[in-house]
Protein backbone atom coordinates (compact mmCIF):
# COMPACT_ATOMS: atom_id res chain seq x y z
CA UNK A 1 0.00 0.00 0.00
CA UNK A 2 0.82 3.74 -0.33
CA UNK A 3 -0.44 5.41 2.90
CA UNK A 4 -0.47 8.97 4.34
CA UNK A 5 -0.13 9.78 7.49
CA UNK A 6 -0.96 12.92 8.63
CA UNK A 7 0.74 14.36 11.67
CA UNK A 8 3.86 11.65 10.73
CA UNK A 9 6.43 13.53 12.43
CA UNK A 10 4.70 13.22 15.53
CA UNK A 11 5.30 10.90 18.64
CA UNK A 12 2.66 8.58 17.44
CA UNK A 13 2.76 9.34 13.41
CA UNK A 14 6.67 8.87 13.58
CA UNK A 15 6.04 5.00 14.99
CA UNK A 16 3.28 4.46 12.45
CA UNK A 17 5.75 5.23 9.64
CA UNK A 18 8.11 2.97 11.19
CA UNK A 19 5.67 0.17 11.24
CA UNK A 20 4.21 0.73 7.42
CA UNK A 21 7.61 0.60 6.26
CA UNK A 22 8.92 -2.65 7.79
CA UNK A 23 5.59 -4.26 6.02
CA UNK A 24 6.55 -3.33 3.26
CA UNK A 25 4.25 -0.36 2.51
CA UNK A 26 5.08 3.01 1.11
CA UNK A 27 4.27 6.35 3.26
CA UNK A 28 3.86 9.73 3.08
CA UNK A 29 4.34 11.73 6.32
CA UNK A 30 2.92 14.92 6.47
CA UNK A 31 3.27 17.80 8.90
CA UNK A 32 3.29 21.51 9.93
CA UNK A 33 6.18 20.77 13.03
CA UNK A 34 3.75 22.97 15.33
CA UNK A 35 4.06 19.72 17.95
CA UNK A 36 6.06 17.30 15.29
CA UNK A 37 9.71 17.03 14.95
CA UNK A 38 11.81 15.90 11.96
CA UNK A 39 14.45 14.33 14.67
CA UNK A 40 11.78 11.45 14.73
CA UNK A 41 11.94 10.74 11.37
CA UNK A 42 15.38 11.27 10.88
CA UNK A 43 16.42 7.76 10.84
CA UNK A 44 14.13 7.33 7.52
CA UNK A 45 16.14 9.78 5.33
CA UNK A 46 16.93 8.07 1.91
CA UNK A 47 14.87 5.46 2.42
CA UNK A 48 13.01 5.44 -1.14
CA UNK A 49 9.62 4.67 0.12
CA UNK A 50 8.83 7.63 2.56
CA UNK A 51 8.28 11.00 1.93
CA UNK A 52 8.20 14.04 4.07
CA UNK A 53 5.91 16.75 3.32
CA UNK A 54 5.38 20.16 5.26
CA UNK A 55 1.70 20.71 5.08
CA UNK A 56 -0.94 22.23 7.56
CA UNK A 57 -3.73 19.40 6.84
CA UNK A 58 -6.33 22.98 7.90
CA UNK A 59 -5.46 23.76 4.23
CA UNK A 60 -6.14 21.58 1.03
CA UNK A 61 -4.43 18.57 0.79
CA UNK A 62 -3.30 17.69 -2.77
CA UNK A 63 -1.16 14.83 -3.86
CA UNK A 64 -0.18 13.13 -6.78
CA UNK A 65 -0.35 9.19 -7.16
CA UNK A 66 -2.87 6.91 -5.59
CA UNK A 67 -3.10 6.43 -2.12
CA UNK A 68 -4.43 3.90 -0.50
CA UNK A 69 -5.39 4.68 3.10
CA UNK A 70 -5.06 7.61 4.60
CA UNK A 71 -4.18 8.03 8.51
CA UNK A 72 -5.13 11.03 9.88
CA UNK A 73 -2.98 11.48 13.39
CA UNK A 74 -1.98 15.68 13.33
CA UNK A 75 -3.41 17.37 15.76
CA UNK A 76 -2.30 19.30 19.44
CA UNK A 77 -2.29 16.45 21.84
CA UNK A 78 -1.70 17.50 25.52
CA UNK A 79 -3.45 19.79 27.24
CA UNK A 80 0.07 22.18 27.04
CA UNK A 81 -0.58 22.15 23.61
CA UNK A 82 -3.88 22.49 23.12
CA UNK A 83 -4.05 25.25 25.12
CA UNK A 84 -1.90 27.24 23.62
CA UNK A 85 -3.24 26.44 20.89
CA UNK A 86 -7.07 26.30 20.93
CA UNK A 87 -8.08 27.22 17.53
CA UNK A 88 -5.68 25.73 15.40
CA UNK A 89 -6.96 22.15 18.09
CA UNK A 90 -10.33 22.90 16.81
CA UNK A 91 -9.15 23.92 12.76
CA UNK A 92 -7.38 20.78 12.89
CA UNK A 93 -10.17 18.16 14.07
CA UNK A 94 -12.38 20.48 11.48
CA UNK A 95 -11.36 21.46 8.56
CA UNK A 96 -8.05 19.32 8.76
CA UNK A 97 -10.16 15.58 9.14
CA UNK A 98 -12.80 17.54 6.05
CA UNK A 99 -9.20 17.53 3.62
CA UNK A 100 -8.03 14.38 5.52
CA UNK A 101 -11.12 12.48 4.83
CA UNK A 102 -11.83 14.14 1.00
CA UNK A 103 -8.45 13.24 0.04
CA UNK A 104 -10.03 9.76 0.92
CA UNK A 105 -12.58 9.81 -0.91
CA UNK A 106 -10.86 11.24 -4.08
CA UNK A 107 -8.14 8.89 -3.76
CA UNK A 108 -10.50 5.60 -3.07
CA UNK A 109 -8.71 5.14 0.21
CA UNK A 110 -9.26 3.92 3.12
CA UNK A 111 -9.71 6.56 5.99
CA UNK A 112 -8.77 6.10 9.60
CA UNK A 113 -8.76 8.51 12.20
CA UNK A 114 -7.29 8.84 15.31
CA UNK A 115 -9.81 9.41 18.09
CA UNK A 116 -9.17 9.51 21.68
CA UNK A 117 -10.71 8.43 24.87
CA UNK A 118 -11.09 12.08 25.66
CA UNK A 119 -14.41 11.94 23.50
CA UNK A 120 -15.52 10.83 27.13
CA UNK A 121 -14.91 13.34 28.87
CA UNK A 122 -14.64 12.90 32.41
CA UNK A 123 -16.52 9.68 32.52
CA UNK A 124 -19.24 8.67 35.07
CA UNK A 125 -18.93 5.28 34.17
CA UNK A 126 -15.53 2.90 34.42
CA UNK A 127 -14.28 1.43 32.28
CA UNK A 128 -15.54 3.27 29.22
CA UNK A 129 -16.46 1.04 26.49
CA UNK A 130 -17.69 2.30 23.25
CA UNK A 131 -21.00 2.75 23.50
CA UNK A 132 -21.00 5.28 26.55
CA UNK A 133 -21.71 8.88 24.92
CA UNK A 134 -19.79 10.73 27.07
CA UNK A 135 -19.27 13.53 29.94
CA UNK A 136 -18.10 16.25 28.21
CA UNK A 137 -18.00 19.91 28.96
CA UNK A 138 -17.91 21.66 25.52
CA UNK A 139 -17.33 24.87 26.72
CA UNK A 140 -14.18 23.89 28.77
CA UNK A 141 -10.78 24.75 28.15
CA UNK A 142 -10.54 21.10 27.03
CA UNK A 143 -13.19 21.23 25.26
CA UNK A 144 -11.39 22.48 22.52
CA UNK A 145 -9.53 18.78 22.09
CA UNK A 146 -12.52 17.15 23.05
CA UNK A 147 -14.81 18.70 20.82
CA UNK A 148 -12.81 18.70 18.06
CA UNK A 149 -12.30 14.87 18.28
CA UNK A 150 -15.90 14.35 18.59
CA UNK A 151 -16.82 16.11 15.48
CA UNK A 152 -14.35 14.28 13.98
CA UNK A 153 -15.49 11.24 14.86
CA UNK A 154 -19.22 12.76 13.28
CA UNK A 155 -17.92 13.60 9.86
CA UNK A 156 -15.84 10.20 9.60
CA UNK A 157 -19.09 8.50 9.96
CA UNK A 158 -21.15 10.61 8.18
CA UNK A 159 -18.96 10.07 5.12
CA UNK A 160 -19.03 6.60 5.74
CA UNK A 161 -22.79 6.73 5.88
CA UNK A 162 -23.49 9.00 3.10
CA UNK A 163 -20.83 8.52 0.66
CA UNK A 164 -19.99 4.53 1.44
CA UNK A 165 -16.59 5.49 2.41
CA UNK A 166 -14.56 2.96 4.06
CA UNK A 167 -13.26 4.66 7.41
CA UNK A 168 -11.94 2.78 10.81
CA UNK A 169 -12.32 5.25 13.91
CA UNK A 170 -9.80 4.76 16.77
CA UNK A 171 -10.24 5.55 20.17
CA UNK A 172 -6.64 5.99 21.89
CA UNK A 173 -5.72 5.62 25.86
CA UNK A 174 -3.21 7.13 27.47
CA UNK A 175 0.01 6.14 25.85
CA UNK A 176 3.71 6.55 26.32
CA UNK A 177 7.27 5.87 25.05
CA UNK A 178 10.16 7.10 23.11
CA UNK A 179 9.52 10.21 20.86
CA UNK A 180 7.50 12.10 23.47
CA UNK A 181 8.33 15.38 23.79
CA UNK A 182 10.24 16.39 27.05
CA UNK A 183 7.79 19.25 27.73
CA UNK A 184 5.17 17.64 26.40
CA UNK A 185 3.33 18.64 29.93
CA UNK A 186 1.43 15.07 29.96
CA UNK A 187 2.08 12.73 33.22
CA UNK A 188 4.84 10.71 31.31
CA UNK A 189 7.42 13.05 30.54
CA UNK A 190 6.53 15.04 33.87
CA UNK A 191 7.24 12.89 35.96
CA UNK A 192 10.49 11.09 34.17
CA UNK A 193 11.68 14.57 33.62
CA UNK A 194 11.10 15.44 37.39
CA UNK A 195 12.65 12.53 38.70
CA UNK A 196 15.97 12.54 36.45
CA UNK A 197 16.64 15.67 36.80
CA UNK A 198 16.15 15.51 40.91
CA UNK A 199 13.19 17.68 41.12
CA UNK A 200 10.15 16.95 43.30
CA UNK A 201 7.90 14.78 41.81
CA UNK A 202 4.54 17.03 41.50
CA UNK A 203 0.93 15.41 42.37
CA UNK A 204 -2.30 17.07 41.90
CA UNK A 205 -4.40 16.91 45.11
CA UNK A 206 -4.49 13.48 46.54
CA UNK A 207 -2.96 11.77 43.20
CA UNK A 208 -6.24 9.28 43.20
CA UNK A 209 -6.96 10.20 39.94
CA UNK A 210 -6.53 6.89 37.79
CA UNK A 211 -4.80 6.44 34.04
CA UNK A 212 -4.01 3.51 31.73
CA UNK A 213 -0.76 3.45 30.64
CA UNK A 214 0.25 1.63 27.36
CA UNK A 215 3.01 1.06 25.77
CA UNK A 216 3.37 2.47 22.07
CA UNK A 217 4.10 -0.34 20.18
CA UNK A 218 0.98 -2.31 21.71
CA UNK A 219 -0.91 0.50 20.11
CA UNK A 220 0.80 0.52 17.08
CA UNK A 221 -0.37 -2.73 16.93
CA UNK A 222 -3.78 -2.13 17.36
CA UNK A 223 -4.05 0.46 14.93
CA UNK A 224 -2.28 -1.92 12.19
CA UNK A 225 -4.84 -4.49 12.84
CA UNK A 226 -7.66 -1.98 12.76
CA UNK A 227 -7.02 -0.89 9.40
CA UNK A 228 -6.67 -4.11 7.96
CA UNK A 229 -9.72 -5.16 9.83
CA UNK A 230 -13.49 -5.05 9.00
CA UNK A 231 -14.97 -2.97 12.02
CA UNK A 232 -16.25 0.25 10.93
CA UNK A 233 -17.23 1.72 14.43
CA UNK A 234 -15.04 2.98 17.07
CA UNK A 235 -12.81 0.63 18.70
CA UNK A 236 -11.18 1.30 21.98
CA UNK A 237 -7.09 0.76 21.91
CA UNK A 238 -5.46 1.04 25.74
CA UNK A 239 -4.32 -1.20 28.36
CA UNK A 240 -7.15 -1.39 30.86
CA UNK A 241 -4.55 -1.99 33.89
CA UNK A 242 -5.67 1.23 35.67
CA UNK A 243 -3.69 2.48 38.31
CA UNK A 244 -3.30 6.19 40.48
CA UNK A 245 -1.31 8.71 39.72
CA UNK A 246 0.18 8.36 42.88
CA UNK A 247 1.49 4.78 42.17
CA UNK A 248 2.22 5.95 38.81
CA UNK A 249 4.46 8.57 40.23
CA UNK A 250 6.08 6.20 42.94
CA UNK A 251 6.78 3.28 40.02
CA UNK A 252 9.07 6.33 38.07
CA UNK A 253 10.78 6.83 41.12
CA UNK A 254 11.81 3.24 41.51
CA UNK A 255 12.49 3.08 37.93
CA UNK A 256 14.82 5.70 37.62
CA UNK A 257 16.18 5.13 41.17
CA UNK A 258 15.65 8.67 42.14
CA UNK A 259 16.02 10.18 45.12
CA UNK A 260 13.36 12.88 44.54
CA UNK A 261 10.35 13.56 46.77
CA UNK A 262 6.76 13.35 45.36
CA UNK A 263 4.95 16.63 46.76
CA UNK A 264 0.94 17.18 46.72
CA UNK A 265 0.44 20.60 44.89
CA UNK A 266 -3.14 21.87 43.97
CA UNK A 267 -4.34 23.09 40.54
CA UNK A 268 -2.91 26.00 39.19
CA UNK A 269 -4.49 26.82 35.72
CA UNK A 270 -6.97 25.27 33.07
CA UNK A 271 -4.49 22.15 32.57
CA UNK A 272 -6.58 20.03 34.65
CA UNK A 273 -10.15 21.71 34.73
CA UNK A 274 -12.35 19.07 34.13
CA UNK A 275 -9.96 16.84 34.33
CA UNK A 276 -10.82 12.92 34.04
CA UNK A 277 -10.89 11.40 37.11
CA UNK A 278 -10.65 7.96 36.48
CA UNK A 279 -9.72 6.68 32.68
CA UNK A 280 -9.54 2.84 31.79
CA UNK A 281 -10.66 1.62 28.63
CA UNK A 282 -13.30 -1.34 28.14
CA UNK A 283 -11.18 -3.36 25.40
CA UNK A 284 -13.56 -6.22 24.85
CA UNK A 285 -14.24 -4.95 21.08
CA UNK A 286 -10.51 -4.98 20.58
CA UNK A 287 -10.09 -8.66 22.13
CA UNK A 288 -13.31 -10.21 19.59
CA UNK A 289 -12.92 -8.11 16.48
CA UNK A 290 -9.07 -7.89 16.16
CA UNK A 291 -7.82 -10.50 18.58
CA UNK A 292 -5.94 -7.76 19.94
CA UNK A 293 -4.83 -6.62 23.53
CA UNK A 294 -1.52 -4.96 25.25
CA UNK A 295 1.50 -7.29 25.76
CA UNK A 296 3.53 -4.52 27.56
CA UNK A 297 3.92 -4.48 31.31
CA UNK A 298 4.67 -1.19 32.62
CA UNK A 299 8.50 -1.59 33.38
CA UNK A 300 9.03 -3.03 30.71
CA UNK A 301 7.91 0.33 28.99
CA UNK A 302 8.63 2.90 31.27
CA UNK A 303 12.27 1.21 31.00
CA UNK A 304 13.39 1.94 27.53
CA UNK A 305 10.98 5.60 27.98
CA UNK A 306 13.41 6.40 30.83
CA UNK A 307 16.53 6.26 28.92
CA UNK A 308 15.36 7.77 25.87
CA UNK A 309 14.73 10.76 28.60
CA UNK A 310 17.91 10.24 30.26
CA UNK A 311 19.89 10.84 26.80
CA UNK A 312 18.34 14.04 25.99
CA UNK A 313 18.79 15.89 29.58
CA UNK A 314 22.12 15.08 30.40
Same mark, same amino acid.
Given at each position: MRVLITGGAGFLGSHLSDRFLAEGHTVVAMDNLITGNTANIAHLRGNERFTFV???VINYIYLEGPIDAVLHFASPASPNDYLEHPIHTLKVGSLGTLNAIGLAKAKGARFLLASTSEVYGDPQVNPQP +? %? =?WGHVNPIGPRGVYDEAKRFAEAMTMAYQRYHGLDTRIVRIFNTYGPRMRLNDGRVVPNFIHQALTGQPLTVYGDGSQTR %??? =? =? %?? #? &? +?GIYRLLHSDEKEPVNIGNPYEMTILEFA +?? &? #?ELTRSSSKIVHIEPEDDRTTDDPKVRRPDITKAREKLGWEPKVALPDGLAPTIDYFRDRII
Amino acid at each position: MRVLITGGAGFLGSHLSDRFLAEGHTVVAMDNLITGNTANIAHLRGNERFTFVKHNVINYIYLEGPIDAVLHFASPASPNDYLEHPIHTLKVGSLGTLNAIGLAKAKGARFLLASTSEVYGDPQVNPQP +E %S =YWGHVNPIGPRGVYDEAKRFAEAMTMAYQRYHGLDTRIVRIFNTYGPRMRLNDGRVVPNFIHQALTGQPLTVYGDGSQTR %SFQ =Y =Y %SD #L &V +EGIYRLLHSDEKEPVNIGNPYEMTILEFA +EA &V #LELTRSSSKIVHIEPEDDRTTDDPKVRRPDITKAREKLGWEPKVALPDGLAPTIDYFRDRII
